[in-house]
């Protein structure tokens, strides 16, 4: 498109239409060490200049700061564009370093009235569960949840990293508008169970980390070139040896790259964006970044189309990742599956 302006893709069979790639906001204040606030909100502003209608948060990034940054800025443009947010991470107030999943109706109804204050509108436009906590069934929960939006606090309903089944059941007791889960080169469990549920159902599939949390950009080889306080530090696929593994699986990204005269993250993203062709329902990756030029590099790779050897050259690489993508997986579809 001559003035940069990426395309669109709709959030499940009825819900609004938002440029084809979000952005991920929780980075801009919280999970990866240090951050610029003025170069942040111009990453934001960059963003909408460019398309990116699907803006992504939850309470849990910074016990409830990210909604708040990112408030005036959802205030200003508040008819041009989608704000997504989650809860089911509670703070115990003994710890505050701790979560704790609650989907019980009572927590949910609480999150809501609080996510709404801290971002100053009167409704959210997607609203989701973002882990599962399997005590409480997950009809009870998205009982609850369709209550919101029979009351006007909430528009539409999305879940985060449940399985095929579990999205069976909440589709059946309210249309679920978008899944989020991981999505990446270096992480495909969901290709086996729940992206053919999410086509069936008619769900749009939100891919969240589709830069494998920036190590499929090449920024930073292993955890110890990170801050001490970049949540990416514990995460089993950026430490030791494992580090030194993924690496090296790069390498026909950079291959690739260089005959498309891109970079790595662009190919990264390009291949997350062809899942949408190759799977037959939409596909929104939702990087995250805190500077303007990176969300026009990210929004460019929209337009590059990888051939079918290309995608062959790929295809093999999550096979063989070194490490999780949590030190837990039990939180995770793919724990559960």
Same mark, same amino acid.
């Given at each position: 498109?001559? #003035?940069?302006?990426?395309?669109?893709?709709?959030?499940? #069979?009825?819900?609004?239409?938002?440029?084809?790639?979000?952005?991920?906001?929780?980075?801009?204040?919280?999970?990866?060490?240090?951050?610029?606030? #003025?170069?942040?909100?111009?990453?934001?502003?960059?963003?909408?200049?460019?398309?990116?209608?699907?803006?992504?948060?939850?309470?849990?990034?910074?016990?409830?700061?990210?909604?708040?940054?990112?408030?005036?800025?959802?205030?200003?443009?508040?008819?041009?564009?989608? +704000?997504?947010?989650?809860?089911?991470?509670?703070?115990?107030?003994? #710890?505050?370093?701790?979560?704790?999943?609650?989907?019980?109706?009572?927590?949910?109804?609480?999150?809501?009235?609080?996510?709404?204050?801290?971002?100053?509108?009167?409704? +959210?436009?997607?609203?989701?569960?973002?882990?599962?906590?399997?005590?409480?069934?997950?009809?009870?929960?998205?009982?609850?949840?369709?209550?919101?939006?029979?009351?006007?606090?909430?528009?539409?309903?999305?879940?985060?990293?449940?399985?095929?089944?579990?999205?069976?059941?909440?589709?059946?007791?309210?249309?679920?508008?978008?899944?989020?889960?991981?999505?990446?080169?270096?992480?495909?469990?969901?290709?086996?169970?729940?992206?053919?549920?999410?086509?069936?159902?008619?769900?749009?599939?939100?891919?969240?980390?589709?830069?494998?949390?920036?190590?499929?950009?090449?920024?930073?080889?292993?955890?110890?070139?990170?801050?001490?306080?970049?949540?990416?530090?514990?995460?089993?696929?950026?430490?030791?040896?494992?580090?030194?593994?993924?690496?090296?699986?790069?390498?026909?990204?950079?291959?690739?790259?260089?005959?498309?005269?891109?970079?790595?993250?662009?190919?990264?993203?390009?291949?997350?964006?062809?899942?949408?062709?190759?799977?037959?329902?939409?596909?929104?990756?939702?990087?995250?970044?805190?500077?303007?030029?990176?969300?026009?590099?990210?929004?460019?790779?929209?337009?590059?189309?990888?051939?079918?050897?290309?995608?062959?050259?790929?295809?093999?690489?999550?096979?063989?990742?070194?490490?999780?993508?949590?030190?837990?997986?039990?939180?995770?579809?793919?724990?559960?599956?």
């Amino acid at each position: 498109m001559t #003035d940069g302006r990426i395309t669109t893709a709709k959030l499940g #069979d009825d819900g609004p239409e938002v440029g084809v790639q979000g952005l991920g906001c929780m980075g801009m204040n919280f999970g990866y060490g240090p951050s610029d606030a #003025d170069a942040s909100r111009a990453t934001l502003e960059r963003a909408l200049e460019l398309g990116v209608t699907l803006y992504d948060t939850a309470d849990a990034y910074g016990a409830g700061e990210n909604e708040r940054f990112l408030s005036p800025f959802f205030k200003a443009h508040r008819d041009e564009l989608v +704000i997504a947010t989650k809860f089911a991470l509670s703070i115990p107030p003994d #710890d505050p370093t701790r979560r704790v999943i609650r989907n019980d109706p009572p927590y949910i109804r609480q999150a809501v009235e609080a996510s709404l204050k801290r971002l100053d509108v009167d409704v +959210i436009d997607l609203y989701y569960m973002h882990r599962r906590d399997v005590n409480v069934p997950i009809e009870e929960s998205v009982g609850t949840m369709a209550e919101l939006v029979r009351e006007g606090k909430v528009k539409h309903l999305g879940l985060s990293e449940v399985t095929a089944d579990e999205l069976h059941a909440a589709h059946a007791v309210h249309p679920i508008a978008a899944l989020q889960s991981e999505w990446s080169l270096f992480s495909r469990d969901i290709e086996t169970n729940v992206v053919p549920a999410a086509r069936d159902l008619g769900v749009t599939l939100v891919a969240y980390s589709p830069l494998g949390r920036g190590f499929l950009t090449g920024s930073f080889a292993s955890a110890e070139d990170l801050s001490s306080g970049d949540f990416r530090r514990q995460q089993p696929r950026f430490t030791g040896d494992n580090a030194a593994a993924n690496g090296a699986l790069l390498e026909p990204i950079r291959a690739i790259a260089e005959t498309h005269g891109a970079s790595v993250g662009q190919i990264a993203l390009a291949w997350a964006h062809q899942q949408s062709s190759l799977h037959g329902l939409p596909v929104i990756p939702i990087p995250g970044t805190r500077k303007p030029s990176r969300v026009e590099e990210n929004t460019a790779a929209t337009r590059i189309v990888l051939t079918d050897d290309e995608l062959a050259l790929l295809d093999p690489i999550a096979a063989k990742v070194a490490g999780n993508r949590y030190a837990d997986m039990a939180f995770t579809s793919a724990g559960r599956e």
